[in-house]
T-cell receptor, first 116, second 116 residues
Framework: DAMVIQNPRYQVTQFGKPVTLSCSQTLNHNVMYWYQQKSSQAPKLLFH???????NEADTPDNFQSRRPNTSFCFLDIRSPGLGDAAMYLCATSRRGDRSSYNEQFFGPGTRLTVL | AQKITQTQPGMFVQEKEAVTLDCTYD???????LFWYKQPSSGEMIFLIYQGSYDEQNATEGRYSLNFQKARKSANLVISASQLGDSAMYFCAMRERIQGAQKLVFGQGTRLTINP
């Protein structure tokens, strides 16, 4: 089945130790998104890739970076995790959707990050 | 910018009863789309239903229907014959156009608990 896969499902890191979260997709979608969801809050977009074009949200901290080496894979790098970065990180994909059209986003299962 | 408001932090419903989850939105766009997602405790976001602003009929998907009242800017989710497995967090979301794609702007969510 075509899907969005995130690894690992649970990640524990130490304060200040870089960590990388991984997302892959078999849907061949142009767009990949990273959302951050803190406990009891709504998901919030960090950035997205439209093909190889990286687009950062204005309020995403510099501590968060992303890489997309090919269509299938996208990585979220947190350079120096702080306690406030503990959250669920959700990867999503969609077809190109810059027009006013229905454009469902398909979400992965998420990676729950704990910072000690 | 779009804004989504969900005024019910928590709902408790008896099994087999119908339940309505409220969602109001604010946008200056003439063309927009509204989504409902379910998030179980495991964390993944599950797409439930979509309503486009120009759709003349309310969307339905199995036990889910969307009560779309454009003049009131509301898009309430109705779940008929609730089941224990419906216990989860429910998010209303609106798409917002961004560079080459569309991001989802989420409400704060409603935690639904189905009692046996």
């Amino acid at each position: 089945d075509a899907m969005v896969i995130q690894n690992p499902r649970y990640q524990v890191t130490q304060f200040g130790k870089p960590v990388t979260l991984s997302c892959s997709q078999t849907l061949n979608h142009n767009v990949m998104y990273w959302y951050q969801q803190k406990s009891s809050q709504a998901p919030k977009l960090l950035f997205h890739y439209y093909d190889k074009d990286f687009n950062n949200e204005a309020d995403t901290p510099d501590n968060f970076q992303s890489r997309r080496p090919n269509t299938s894979f996208c990585f979220l790098d947190i350079r120096s995790p702080g306690l406030g970065d503990a959250a669920m990180y959700l990867c999503a994909t969609s077809r190109r959707g810059d027009r006013s059209s229905y454009n469902e986003q398909f979400f992965g299962p998420g990676t729950r990050l704990t910072v000690l | 910018a779009q804004k989504i408001t969900q005024t019910q932090p928590g709902m408790f419903v008896q099994e087999k009863e119908a339940v309505t989850l409220d969602c109001t939105y604010d946008t200056s766009d003439q063309s927009y789309g509204l989504f409902w997602y379910k998030q179980p405790s495991s964390g993944e976001m599950i797409f439930l239903i979509y309503q486009g602003s120009y759709d003349e009929q309310n969307a339905t998907e199995g036990r889910y229907s969307l009560n779309f009242q454009k003049a009131r800017k509301s898009a309430n989710l109705v779940i008929s014959a609730s089941q224990l497995g419906d216990s989860a967090m429910y998010f209303c979301a609106m798409r917002e156009r961004i560079q080459g794609a569309q991001k989802l702007v989420f409400g704060q969510g409603t935690r639904l608990t189905i009692n046996p």
